[in-house]
């Protein structure tokens, strides 16, 4: 009798274990498993994009806010290109800022979204089927989302170069002293 029950309970975790078995194929796991690499590889490497592009634009306003503050009537018709240039760089790099924080608001979202889904995955009790819309639709929300970054990097790119162009030329107009303060004319009068 013993035995009997000892069969019985080393059958029913034997029925268990195989109806908790994946109905995954193999080739989907490792589909699924490059879906979730890929998703983490292109979070991480968004985030650094986005520091770069921080900093980039950030670099960009304040080497502009020099070179205008140099700027006095003796240059100022040799300067009006690079004036209207700096505004133009400053308002592609605010835009592309603006587009890029709010791509990555709501990617977290969808990170949290995907996160969620991979998780019930992971449990291996999903089928081929239940598991091949969701992954082609991941799919090309990264490929789209790899899209936006490769443009908004090349803005940054393409921005920051002609900026670095403008700038070394404004240079050569205005110079690369400080820009000298204006004397007020109320002040201390010197005692006698």
Known sequence: MKNLKSSIAILFITLALVSCKSKMSEKMKEEFSQVKNDWGLFAS?????GDTLKVNKDKLIAADKKILKKINKANQDKMETFKTNSANYETTMTNTWNDFNAFQKS??????AFNTWASKIDTLK???KEVRIPIENYKTFL?????KWQQWSADMTNTMDASKKDIEDAIKIV????????????GKKKKK
């Open 143 to 147: 490929n789209n989302a790899k899209a």
């Open 175 to 186: 110079g690369t002293a400080p820009a000298k303060a204006t004397k007020g004319t109320g």
């Open 107 to 112: 990617f977290t979202d969808s990170t949290t």
């Open 45 to 49: 490497d968004l985030a650094s994009f």
């Open 126 to 128: 999903t089928s081929d």
